[in-house]
């Protein structure tokens, strides 16, 4: 299929605007501009048109007419990937942002979730029931792009990533046609829509499992960035006993103007541990204990506190529009030598935004077959991201070279794979991202699924 020029045909454009309810812009229209910028401010494109879809009929409508002109066609939920895999140029965009409608089923415990939904509306709208799913750390993250990649967040080790909360999928087809994907129907398609990061239909609906949940025991432990390896020593040492209640992050980075840490440790490196305890939170007191008891924290801020609530208290720390670049390694295990390397950084991170994550996965994650769903890395017990982000343009390309190098320091011991949620513009290797297997019974989706390629590749 040859790609549109960024000129759409007047004719096309026409039959655009003549079918779809919502907006279709082109260049030079007032809002296209602001329309097709992403989160991720380092990413520059421009597609061919932008369709701002009003509801799923405009899906099918938007689809029939780019397969009926060669249109070569992109999906953009949340627009928080930070390859920007939302949006080509000279590509047709599908904007799925104004449908997020969020719908509960007590009884069941199901959400019924629309395709341009983001974390808050999902967080929002379960936690009125006391209930909950697994779903991203920043609260503006699309739904749609999170799960697809495999989605993992604070109630994974206990409840499994968002993709193996799915239930099932209802998705517009390359050739117009809707269908529901679950392990009944379909069960081809719900393989690869759980964690093969997309490219095989738009996705309008998710149906996800919710667990019983009001609060959580959550907060941060702050300690100097000279005590780093002893402090990832002790994190990983924790949670290689901890309960699948416990889920943590230790964050290398500086310290960031939190109103209950000290204002002479804003701005100096330190190492804190993130936290989420969630069970019952008596005893997750008695769990956490060996964990905060460590060292001599700067400060100590953990406490009970709404689920919907601690997932969106990362939010200030991801501003949209900023420029991010990002690397990923997934680990077994960490070694001490690991621990050394990621501690030294502590000091020699390349701008005072930019963090490194040493995330705990394991637990229900791992107790997930392989062969149960498209992600793949459910033999990593940690996997680090290394997270660029500068709001200076002129500083992305030392940006990108300073990340680069923390993360080959790193990575010598990591596991082969890299996870697709995480991965930047040149982590595009589908067999690194999916490993061999996977990434060959995904290319034979695509082909089935979209013989003509009209989706730009994930």
């Not at 993250?141 to 990533?161: D, E, N, P, Q």
């Not at 077959?369 to 793949?376: G, L, R, T």
Request: glycine share 12%; hydrophobic share 40%; aromatic share 8%.
């Amino acid at each position: 299929m040859n790609d549109e020029s960024a000129t759409l045909k007047p004719s096309v454009l026409g039959a655009l605007r003549a079918r779809v309810r919502g907006t279709s812009l082109v260049r030079g229209d007032e809002g296209y501009d602001l329309a097709r910028r992403v989160w991720n401010g380092a990413i520059d494109r421009f597609p061919s048109c932008i369709v701002e879809c009003a509801d799923a009929e405009d899906v099918s409508h938007t689809m029939r007419i780019a397969i009926d002109n060669g249109l070569r066609m992109t999906v953009r939920g949340g627009g928080h990937n930070v390859a920007g895999r939302s949006i080509r140029d000279d590509a047709l965009l599908l904007d799925l942002s104004k449908l997020r409608q969020v719908s509960v089923n007590r009884d069941l415990r199901v959400a019924t979730v629309q395709g341009g939904a983001v974390w808050r509306d999902v967080d929002g709208a379960t936690a009125v029931e006391g209930l909950a799913t697994t779903g991203g750390l920043v609260s503006s993250t699309g739904v749609g792009g999170f799960t697809l990649g495999g989605g993992a967040g604070w109630l994974m080790r206990k409840h499994g990533l968002a993709c193996d909360n799915l239930h099932s999928a209802g998705v517009v087809l390359a050739d117009g046609r809707f269908v529901r994907a679950s392990p009944q129907e379909h069960p081809d398609l719900y393989w690869g829509l759980r964690g093969g990061a997309g490219g095989l239909g738009v996705v309008t609906s998710f149906e996800f499992q919710l667990h019983p949940l009001h609060e959580v025991l959550a907060g941060l432990v702050v300690h100097p960035a000279e005590h780093a390896a002893a402090a990832l020593r002790a994190f990983r040492d924790f949670a290689a006993d901890a309960p699948d209640e416990f889920c943590g992050i230790t964050v290398i980075a500086h310290g960031p103007p939190l109103p209950f840490l000290d204002p002479a440790w804003h701005g100096r490196p330190v190492v804190m541990f993130a936290m989420c305890w969630s069970g019952d939170l008596a005893k997750g007191e008695t769990a956490l204990a060996a964990l905060r008891g460590h060292g001599q924290p700067v400060v100590d801020h953990i406490g009970r506190m709404p689920y919907a609530q601690w997932q969106q208290l990362q939010d200030p720390l991801a501003p949209r529009g900023h420029y991010y670049y990002w690397k990923t390694a997934n680990y077994a295990g960490l070694s001490d030598s690991t621990v050394n390397e990621l501690a030294a950084m502590a000091n020699r991170l390349p701008t005072m935004r930019s963090e490194i994550h040493v995330q705990h996965m394991g637990g229900a994650v791992s107790r997930f077959s392989a062969e149960e769903a498209a992600f793949p890395h459910r033999d990593a017990q940690f996997f680090v991201n290394f997270i660029g982000v500068t709001d200076a343009a002129s500083a992305a390309s030392s940006l990108r070279e300073g990340i680069r190098a923390l993360h080959d320091r790193a990575a010598r011991d990591a596991l082969p794979g890299a996870q697709a949620n995480f991965a930047d513009r040149d982590d595009s290797d589908n067999i690194r991202r999916f490993g061999l297997k996977n990434a060959g019974r995904l290319e034979a989706l695509r082909k089935k699924y979209d013989p003509a390629g009209i989706f730009a590749g994930p």
